[in-house]
């Protein structure tokens, strides 16, 4: 009987531990709605991964300053599953991506779309509402 217990309680410890985690940041915790954003910037890089894909970009200020930018997108999966792929926005693009800023006053944001050169609109997140549709 111990050694059925014992089998018992390994079986809900490893349920337990591979259970996926549901928690998540709320968008309003983070990004602030009322403030919009839309820059124009080089691609620096993409981190291709979940729960979060971030793409960078360069964004040179009226003073000649360049700042990179951090905007967060939806998950790789989700991107991939829209029709993304990794090579759609390669370092050096020259892209413009529309959001809400972070709160936090750092340079980065919750991206909804991303404007290729060729006037492409690639949906890269959802924003204040879960499946929120592209301005």
């Given at each position: 009987?111990?050694?059925?217990?014992?089998?018992?309680?390994?079986?809900?410890?490893?349920?337990?531990?591979?259970?996926?985690?549901?928690?998540?940041?709320?968008?309003?915790?983070e990004f602030d709605i009322t403030k919009t954003i839309k820059l124009s910037g080089k691609?620096?890089?993409?981190?291709?991964?979940?729960?979060?894909?971030?793409?960078?970009?360069?964004?040179?200020?009226?003073?000649?300053?360049?700042?990179?930018?951090?905007?967060?997108?939806?998950?790789?999966?989700s991107l991939y599953r829209r029709g993304w792929r990794r090579e759609d926005v390669p370092?050096?693009?020259?892209?413009?991506?529309?959001?809400?800023?972070?709160?936090?006053?750092?340079?980065?944001?919750?991206?909804?779309?991303?404007?290729?050169?060729?006037?492409?609109?690639?949906?890269?997140?959802?924003?204040?509402?879960?499946?929120?549709?592209?301005?």
């Open positions: 009987m111990l050694s059925r217990t014992y089998f018992v309680a390994a079986v809900v410890a490893v349920m337990l531990a591979t259970t996926p985690v549901v928690a998540h940041h709320s968008f309003s915790a691609v620096s890089s993409v981190r291709w991964s979940n729960p979060h894909a971030w793409i960078y970009i360069d964004v040179t200020g009226t003073d000649g300053k360049v700042v990179n930018w951090a905007f967060e997108m939806n998950a790789a999966n370092a050096g693009l020259e892209v413009t991506i529309e959001g809400w800023l972070a709160r936090n006053g750092t340079p980065t944001a919750n991206t909804n779309t991303i404007i290729l050169p060729d006037g492409r609109r690639l949906f890269a997140g959802s924003g204040p509402g879960e499946g929120a549709a592209p301005r």
